[in-house]
């Protein structure tokens, strides 16, 4: 019996700390598909990450503080499915920050809000959304890639009776060796939901001694039940910092649910760049299935044309080469933890 007493009061001691830390949470995505695919002269086949998801592995915590505040951290790093490195030197979000009835402020690396408030009928899928797919290729910081997440940033996030409120500002956005001078960014993002209806917009710029990169987004979806439909606009000046650089960006797109798990995507884009005096063109239709509530099989087709001067697709054009398509079919797997 003593020795059980002593046992008891040995582990509550240990256990006792635990009382005072943070509640930390690990989550993540893991994200691989197959894909084959070419452009003009060059042919891809390959297992790739991130799909419809970027891979990353995550942990968040919260501590409370009394009086309804709360502090809060996360550490998001992503990595690649296929061979298992990590992706660059650094993370996707890093930030530690106070939480509220206000909503929360918080500092670090964080997403812009060109990240996640844009209406788009694939999820922001880097291979398969025309929007991202252009996006990404124009060099627009309103994208769900590296060009969202801002360094030394001081950003604000709000939720209120379905509108949330995103406010960013970066103290070193632009990260080139020449540009040591006038480098911040900041931005603006605004995305309201109500039973079917979503709407969202967004307003960023990335200032530069020469020129300011300055672009806007506005999208929208309703549901009707037997589809969604969905579109999206941004418009980006002076891409790069380059004056004149610019070009606009819109798709439209439909979401069909077929079944209690599967969904059909379609969709249309296209990307106007002044600078070449040129349009591409991008088509995409995708099935997705929900194999549980954590984890999706999906197959997708992509077909970017361009016209002389460009280069946009999934594929990788052959060095010089523009004017001619690219082709991509997917197959792969989400895993949300």
Do not use: C
């Not at 690649?80 to 690396?109: A, C, E, M, N």
């Not at 956005?173 to 917009?201: F, K, M, Q, W």
Request: glycine residues 14%; aromatic residues 10%.
């Amino acid at each position: 019996m003593q020795k059980k007493l002593i046992a008891l009061a040995v582990a509550g001691l240990v256990s006792a700390p635990a009382f005072a830390q943070s509640n930390v949470t690990i989550y993540g995505v893991a994200d691989a598909y197959m894909a084959f695919g070419s452009h003009d002269d060059n042919d891809m086949s390959a297992v790739n990450s991130g799909g419809l998801s970027g891979s990353r592995l995550g942990f968040r915590g919260t501590e409370d503080l009394g009086n309804g505040l709360k502090a809060v951290f996360t550490f998001e790093q992503g990595y690649k499915v296929d061979d298992g490195t990590g992706l660059g030197d650094k993370s996707r979000q890093s930030f530690v920050g106070l939480s509220g009835g206000f909503g929360t402020v918080s500092l670090g690396r964080q997403y812009a809000p060109g990240y996640d408030h844009v209406v788009d009928a694939f999820g922001n899928s880097s291979i398969l959304s025309p929007q991202a797919i252009l996006a990404g290729d124009v060099g627009s910081s309103i994208d769900a890639g590296g060009g969202s997440r801002w360094n030394n940033s001081v950003a604000y996030n709000g939720a209120f009776s379905g509108l949330k409120v995103r406010g960013i500002y970066s103290m070193g956005a632009v990260e080139t060796a020449e540009n040591e001078g006038d480098d911040d960014g900041y931005g603006l993002g605004l995305d309201y939901s109500n039973g079917p209806l979503r709407v969202a917009a967004v307003y960023q710029v990335l200032q530069d001694d020469a020129e300011d990169q300055k672009e806007w987004s506005v999208g929208a979806s309703y549901n009707f039940g037997m589809l969604t439909l969905a579109a999206n606009y941004q418009d980006a000046k002076s891409l790069d910092n380059i004056e004149d650089n610019d070009a606009d960006i819109w798709q439209v797109g439909v979401v069909v649910p077929v079944g209690a798990a599967g969904n059909v995507h379609l969709g249309y884009g296209e990307a106007d760049v002044d600078a070449a005096d040129a349009k591409a063109k991008s088509y995409s239709i995708a099935y997705t299935h929900a194999l549980s509530k954590r984890t999706t099989a999906y197959v997708g087709y992509n077909r970017t044309t361009n016209d002389d001067g460009l280069d946009f697709g999934v594929v990788d054009a052959p060095a010089g080469v523009t004017g001619e398509s690219s082709n991509v079919v997917a197959v792969g797997m989400r895993h949300v933890f």
